[in-house]
């Protein structure tokens, strides 16, 4: 198989507070051509995240460790305290591991979410 994209779909039963909360405390950059939940990152020009309603998902994920959204950042502890200050819960700050600084936060759905800096 040769795949030219890959794309991660999130449903919701309340996707437009997840779609706010990408766009307007994540920062992450919609892609108006392909809908409201559609989202880019970093350099690329495709999308690499698309947030629906889906009628059988109700309430918040009841196995939030399945899946998990990892952003890469340059700098792990601003991007948590800014993210802190609007409101973001973590469940784990910025600890160093095996090659690099994480820490995990939770959308408004209760999906993992992992800032990531890598060692150089």
Request: with cysteine; glycine share 8%.
């Amino acid at each position: 198989m040769k795949v030219d994209q890959f794309v991660v779909n999130i449903n919701s039963e309340q996707p437009e507070t997840l779609i706010a909360f990408y766009r307007d405390v994540v920062g992450l950059t919609p892609n108006e051509e392909m809908g409201p939940g559609a989202f880019m990152a970093g350099s690329s020009s495709f999308i690499a995240l698309i947030i629906e309603g889906h009628s059988e998902v109700k309430g918040a994920t009841k196995e939030p460790q399945r899946v998990l959204l990892n952003f890469l950042v340059s700098d792990v502890a601003s991007e948590e305290t800014r993210l802190k200050e609007q409101g973001v819960q973590f469940i784990m700050s910025a600890t160093v591991k095996l090659h690099g600084v994480f820490a995990t936060f939770l959308d408004p759905d209760g999906n993992y979410c992992q800032l990531v800096e890598l060692d150089s």
